[in-house]
């Protein structure tokens, strides 16, 4: 899952990232409304995080603005300001739950999970050929049977399901692992792609990761599935 973090508290922002790193997010923190709207008009994200009380200008308006530039992902907002008025405005703006500072980082976690299962009955499985990938628990199955794989092999054909048929590009797989690793070589891609092109073809799922020279990878279905 893809998030954006808005705070202005380097520590917790920071802090934040890192967590829900090692719970396999692929999450970045943005300290200003002004960078968070410039992120989101380019970036597709899964959730937004955002803290109310923001050095720009208030949250509320930002959120208002994001939501009005399109954004459709859920929204957490994050504040130490846990009075009801800014609760209601803060919903009323378009956010999705609201959790006050201090918090304790499981249930943030908590509260992630059931905003995106929420949202997961509007967003159901990803599936082609045999192969059936949940989006929100991260499981992945071939004709009903589960299929081990790392969360990044996973990120990566997850962006070939949801572009099925279409070309994803190598640079847009690195954007969408980098989170992970800082510094990711455009070889590791094609070690991932080829780790999961041996699970798919061990499963018999009848589906081809196609290399397609200077474009990127694109998910076909066997002429025989
Ligand atoms: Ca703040």
């Not at 968070?36 to 208030?58: E, F, H, N, R, S």
């Amino acid at each position: 899952m893809r998030l954006l973090v808005i705070e202005d508290d380097l520590e917790l922002a920071n802090g934040l990232v890192n967590a829900l790193g090692q719970s396999h997010h692929a999450a970045e923190a943005v300290h200003t409304g002004q960078a968070a709207l410039a992120l989101c008009a380019v970036t597709q994200y899964d959730l937004v995080i955002l803290d109310l009380g923001l050095p720009d200008g208030d949250g509320i308006a930002l959120l208002r603005r994001l939501r009005l530039q399109g954004l459709a992902a859920p929204v957490l907002i994050l504040t130490a300001r846990d009075h009801l008025q800014d609760r209601i405005a803060g919903l009323d703006a378009g956010a999705d739950d609201y959790l006050a500072k201090p918090f304790a980082l499981g249930e943030l976690e908590a509260r992630i999970r059931a905003l995106w299962r929420r949202g997961a009955s509007t967003n159901p499985l990803l599936s082609f050929g045999r192969i059936e990938f949940d989006p929100a628990s991260r499981q992945l199955a071939v004709q009903g049977k589960p299929v081990a794989a790392t969360a990044r092999e996973l990120a990566v054909l997850e962006l070939l399901l949801r572009r099925s048929g279409g070309v994803v590009s190598k640079n847009q797989m690195i954007e969408s692992l980098y989170t992970w690793d800082q510094e990711v070589n455009p070889t590791m891609i094609e070690v991932f792609v080829s780790r999961l092109r041996r699970k798919l073809e061990r499963a018999d799922a009848g589906v081809e990761i196609r290399a397609l020279r200077g474009l990127g990878y694109r998910l076909e279905q066997h002429a025989h599935a």
